[in-house]
C-alpha cells in the first residue's frame, strides 16, 4: 500500500505560478512511477505528467509542456509538480498517482494509488 497526501493548490490568477507537492507513505517510494492527473467539472480524469523511478525521465501532456515540470526527491518521498504562465482552463483538482512498475503510464488504469486531490483554481 502507497498512501498519498497533496498540497500545495489554491488560486491564482491567470499567468500566475503554484507549486503542488504530494507525500508518499508506505512502500518504497522509489520503486514507483509517479504522476499528476487532473479532472476539471464535469470532466473525465485526465493526464498531466509522468516522472519514472529514478526522475531521469519525464512526459507531458501537450497542453502543459512548456509550461509544467514534474520533479521527485526519493529521499523525501515527494514528488512536485511546478506550474507556471497558469491558465483558467487549468482549473481542476489535481491528483497525485502511484504504481509501481518501470514504465510510464498516461491512463487512469495505470496508477494504482491515488491521492485525495487539491483544488486548483485559475480566474481571468
Known amino acids: 500500500q502507497v498512501q498519498l497526501v497533496e498540497s500545495g493548490g489554491g488560486l491564482v490568477q491567470a499567468g500566475g505560478s503554484l507549486r503542488l507537492s504530494c507525500a508518499a507513505t508506505?512502500?518504497?517510494?522509489?520503486?514507483?512511477?509517479m504522476a499528476w492527473f487532473r479532472q476539471a467539472l464535469g470532466k473525465v480524469r485526465e493526464f498531466v505528467a509522468a516522472i519514472n523511478r529514478s526522475g531521469a525521465r519525464l512526459y507531458y501532456a501537450d497542453s502543459v509542456k512548456g509550461r509544467f515540470t514534474i520533479s521527485r526527491d526519493n529521499a523525501k518521498n515527494t514528488v512536485d509538480l511546478q506550474m507556471n504562465s497558469l491558465k483558467p482552463e487549468d482549473t481542476a483538482v489535481y491528483y497525485c498517482a502511484a504504481a509501481e512498475r518501470f514504465i510510464l503510464a498516461v491512463s487512469v488504469e495505470g496508477y494504482d494509488y491515488w491521492g485525495q486531490g487539491t483544488q486548483v483554481t485559475v480566474s481571468s
Open positions: 508506505g512502500r518504497t517510494f522509489s520503486n514507483h512511477v
